[in-house]
């Protein structure tokens, strides 16, 4: 199983950008998925999360300006970002809490990242 993202790269203060992450392989359904980031020098920080059912949680710091949603039969999640804040850059990673056939267990998978940064 492979996550993969697309999407990022540099904006101006107060742009939008459109991240995508389409899980990929067999054997496996989709729980949740969902966004981190990570800025130079501090920890992955959560983004925000959507489940198979549509809840949506966000974060604090992007509510109101970012956006997640998922296309269930395509097992992609889309996150929307505007009104993009210099603090926005960072690396995003893609979340997947993933149910494989073979052990019939819930993993945690992660993309490889993509990068935004946001010129003030």
């Known amino acids: 199983v492979q996550l993969v993202e697309s999407g990022g790269g540099l904006v101006q203060a107060g742009g939008s950008l459109r991240l995508s992450c389409a899980a990929s392989g067999s054997s496996f359904s989709v729980n949740s998925m969902g966004w981190y980031r990570q800025a130079p020098g501090k920890q992955r920080e959560y983004v925000a999360r959507?489940?198979?059912?549509?809840?949506?949680n966000y974060t604090d710091s992007v509510k109101g300006r970012f956006t997640i949603s998922r296309d269930n039969a395509k097992n992609t999640v889309y996150l929307e970002m505007n009104s993009l804040k210099p603090e926005d850059t960072a690396v995003y990673y893609c979340?997947?809490?993933?149910?494989?056939?073979?052990?019939?267990?819930?993993?945690?998978?992660w993309g490889q990242g993509t990068q935004v940064t946001v010129s003030s």
């Open positions: 959507i489940t198979s059912g549509g809840t949506i």
């Open positions: 979340n997947a809490h993933l149910l494989l056939y073979s052990d019939r267990l819930i993993h945690n998978w």
